[in-house]
């Protein structure tokens, strides 16, 4: 089908780390009565035809006659039920969390992405006001909850959109997290995505901001040894695994949901200790993803997979702060934000899959 291969290429092309990270972002087509969508526990640069999942679009529309629950885990509950229910006779896979947002979104083709110079942007102190004199066709979309909270406020946002200037949005900014760009042709795509990245690259270097991360000298093997023995006995089989890194400046919040999910939201500082671990475990409630030491910075985990992608999250994260002094500096995700995805079911599922 030729809708499927023209999302396959998109979904290739905006698959690479420039875009995405981990299993972040997904892609969909549509035709007036079925929505092909990428499912969770799947990377954009591994997708074919045959790994989209099929749904029907007015049973996935039935979310909004629904009274959904205050409670937002009976919510999510109800949400994610609608969403199995909604999966045509045949397909297998777990719709995306963000499937809803894809069904509502008018244009034939929606790609969705986390790029490290977009979020430069979205996670800023200056970003709406930024995305208003840069994009003035953009939807922005202040921060909110993942989840159906965020696919009913979109909704509701898009009507306005639609309201007041006559037409359907085909690029969304949402703070703190990524970008939607949707069209009805492939190529439409594209020339947005180009648009978008060419624009901004523009404003980095205006602002004389670099586009690579800042990466402190290699230290001696010895050094980076020592470290790791140190955080083998501290951290033990949570860090059998263990991805390494010349230092660079590491974000000391949360950036977006994405970076929270692989790499959590604050690193340890220091070499480990088991007083240094036992204090960072009473503050955060979580064992550490990500370590920096005065040899470098190591992601580590259980699992070689998500030790580096700890560790590439954390260097996309530094480069979104990075970015964001061309912006007023980087804006951390509220604590409540942070505290909504560390306790967020849907998330710790994809973790588990990718
Ligand atoms: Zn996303």
């Given at each position: 089908?030729?809708?499927?291969?023209?999302i396959?290429?998109?979904?290739?092309?905006?698959?690479?780390?420039?875009?995405?990270?981990?299993?972040?972002?997904?892609?969909?087509?549509?035709?007036?009565?079925?929505?092909?969508v990428?499912p969770?526990?799947?990377?954009?640069?591994g997708?074919?035809?045959a790994?989209?999942?099929?749904?029907n679009?007015?049973?996935?529309?039935?979310?909004?006659a629904?009274?959904v629950?205050?409670?937002?885990?009976?919510?999510?509950?109800?949400?994610?039920?609608?969403?199995?229910?909604?999966?045509?006779?045949?397909?297998?896979?777990?719709?995306?969390?963000?499937?809803?947002?894809?069904?509502?979104?008018?244009?034939?083709?929606?790609?969705?992405?986390?790029?490290?110079?977009?979020?430069?942007?979205?996670?800023?102190?200056?970003?709406?006001?930024?995305?208003?004199?840069?994009?003035?066709?953009?939807?922005?979309?202040p921060?909110?909850?993942?989840g159906?909270?965020?696919?009913?406020?979109?909704?509701?946002?898009?009507?306005?959109?639609?309201?007041?200037?006559?037409?359907?949005?085909?690029?969304?900014?949402?703070?703190?997290?990524?970008?939607?760009?949707?069209?009805?042709?492939?190529?439409?795509?594209r020339?947005?995505?180009?648009?978008?990245?060419?624009?901004?690259?523009?404003?980095?270097?205006?602002?004389?901001?670099?586009?690579?991360?800042?990466?402190?000298?290699?230290?001696?093997?010895?050094?980076?040894e020592?470290?790791?023995?140190?955080?083998?006995?501290?951290?033990?089989?949570?860090?059998?695994?263990?991805?390494?890194?010349?230092?660079?400046?590491?974000?000391e919040?949360?950036?977006?949901?994405?970076?929270?999910?692989?790499?959590?939201?604050?690193?340890?500082?220091?070499?480990?200790?088991?007083?240094?671990?036992?204090?960072?475990?009473?503050?955060?409630?979580?064992?550490?993803?990500?370590?920096?030491?005065?040899?470098?910075?190591?992601?580590?985990?259980?699992?070689?997979?998500?030790?580096?992608l700890?560790?590439?999250?954390?260097?996309?994260?530094?480069?979104?702060?990075?970015l964001?002094?061309?912006?007023?500096?980087?804006?951390?995700?509220?604590?409540?934000?942070?505290?909504?995805?560390e306790?967020?079911?849907?998330?710790?599922?994809?973790?588990?899959?990718?």
């Amino acid at each position: 089908m030729k809708l499927l291969d023209e999302i396959v290429a998109l979904s290739h092309k905006f698959g690479t780390p420039d875009y995405v990270r981990g299993g972040g972002g997904n892609t969909s087509c549509k035709t007036a009565d079925t929505l092909w969508v990428k499912p969770s526990g799947t990377t954009l640069a591994g997708m074919t035809a045959a790994t989209f999942v099929a749904m029907n679009r007015a049973a996935m529309q039935r979310l909004y006659a629904i009274k959904v629950p205050t409670d937002s885990q009976a919510r999510e509950e109800l949400v994610k039920n609608v969403m199995a229910e909604s999966v045509m006779p045949g397909h297998t896979g777990r719709p995306s969390v963000e499937a809803p947002l894809h069904e509502l979104l008018s244009g034939v083709f929606v790609v969705h992405t986390h790029p490290a110079l977009v979020n430069g942007m979205t996670c800023s102190r200056n970003g709406a006001e930024v995305c208003a004199r840069l994009f003035p066709d953009a939807l922005w979309i202040p921060y909110i909850d993942p989840g159906f909270t965020l696919c009913v406020d979109v909704r509701k946002r898009v009507q306005e959109f639609v309201a007041k200037t006559g037409k359907a949005p085909t690029l969304l900014f949402l703070e703190n997290h990524g970008v939607f760009v949707t069209g009805n042709t492939a190529d439409e795509i594209r020339a947005t995505y180009n648009r978008v990245m060419d624009t901004l690259k523009a404003e980095y270097s205006k602002a004389g901001v670099g586009m690579t991360l800042v990466m402190s000298a290699p230290a001696d093997a010895a050094t980076v040894e020592s470290a790791r023995q140190a955080i083998a006995s501290t951290l033990g089989s949570d860090a059998a695994a263990m991805a390494y890194s010349e230092g660079f400046a590491v974000a000391e919040g949360p950036v977006s949901p994405d970076h929270i999910v692989y790499s959590k939201s604050y690193p340890y500082t220091g070499q480990p200790t088991p007083a240094g671990l036992a204090t960072f475990r009473a503050t955060h409630g979580y064992i550490p993803k990500v370590v920096i030491t005065s040899a470098g910075v190591f992601g580590v985990s259980p699992a070689m997979k998500q030790a580096s992608l700890a560790l590439e999250l954390a260097k996309d994260g530094a480069l979104v702060c990075q970015l964001a002094k061309a912006f007023g500096g980087i804006q951390f995700m509220t604590d409540r934000a942070r505290l909504f995805i560390e306790n967020w079911e849907v998330e710790s599922y994809r973790q588990k899959q990718v």
